[in-house]
């Protein structure tokens, strides 16, 4: 027989097994499947643990994880009405990408101008180092295509070319990002005028089609909220910065600053 016979073989058995469990226990699937996996490693981990130490503590608690695994179901999930099989991402602005694998991340701000405006400032794209964390250059090479160049803290040189693939005037601009797995697949940004004259809301959304590590991070107990919070943190960042520029003309910025006390410098353009 076959390695890849006997691999196949083994993944059939493990869905019957959590099958069988679930028709005996009655109880659904509520956990994702990075926290499944989790469980039944952390589970195996201390059951071995109590096994060859004789803890009692570590045997229990390593059944439970195991039965959790096994099975799909988690009970405090379960009294706070939490379903992590049909939203395994530990905040609402994180999704799944809608008839396709991987997700997306996605913020809003209300901003003191004309969607108009917004639209215009944002379809600039040579004025994006203004607003947009770490890039320090924008060139357009056609009428819907660009080339950044960005530089991180620790110096690294990232360089990635964009397509505009769709856009609405006032409205919406969604572009593609072109050789830089690092980054994004695509995205958007929409602009909807806010109920009594009150501004625009910004809608911010990126979508990552092709980031399995990602989002199996973020599917994950602990890891996923700190991968969720770094994810939502970019784009709350480039959304607040975008809102400063349009509205003030500058982005705020300590940058050379001895201490956080003193005055901001601001980044004009």
Do not use: C
């Amino acid at each position: 027989m076959s390695s890849e016979q006997s691999s196949n073989r083994a993944i059939v058995n493990i869905r019957d097994i959590r099958e069988t469990l679930q028709r005996v226990t009655g109880k659904p699937t509520n956990i994702s499947q990075g926290e499944r996996l989790g469980s039944l490693v952390g589970g195996g981990l201390l059951t071995l643990f109590g096994l060859t130490k004789g803890s009692l503590a570590s045997l229990l608690l390593g059944g439970a994880l195991l039965y959790r695994g096994a099975t799909g179901h988690s009970v405090l999930y379960d009294r706070l009405h939490v379903n992590r099989a049909e939203h395994p991402f530990p905040s609402s602005n994180v999704s799944k990408l809608p008839g396709r694998a991987g997700f997306r991340v996605h913020r809003a701000m209300t901003i003191q101008a004309s969607p108009e405006q917004l639209y215009d400032t944002w379809r600039d794209v040579e004025r994006a180092p203004a607003y947009m964390p770490m890039v320090q250059e924008v060139r357009k090479t056609g009428e819907k295509s660009s080339h950044w160049l960005a530089k991180r803290p620790q110096g690294q040189r990232l360089e990635w070319d964009i397509e505009i693939v769709r856009e609405e005037p006032g409205r919406l601009i969604e572009w593609r990002v072109l050789n830089n797995p690092m980054l994004e697949d695509s995205g958007r940004v929409r602009f909807i005028a806010a109920p009594g004259g009150r501004g625009t809301i910004a809608i911010l959304e990126m979508d990552f089609a092709h980031h399995r590590k990602l989002q199996t991070a973020l599917e994950m107990p602990l890891l996923g909220r700190a991968t969720d919070i770094m994810l939502e943190t970019q784009a709350a960042e480039i959304l607040h910065r975008f809102k400063s520029l349009v509205e003030a003309g500058e982005v705020p910025t300590i940058k050379g600053q001895p201490t956080g006390k003193q005055a901001e410098e601001g980044v004009r353009v």
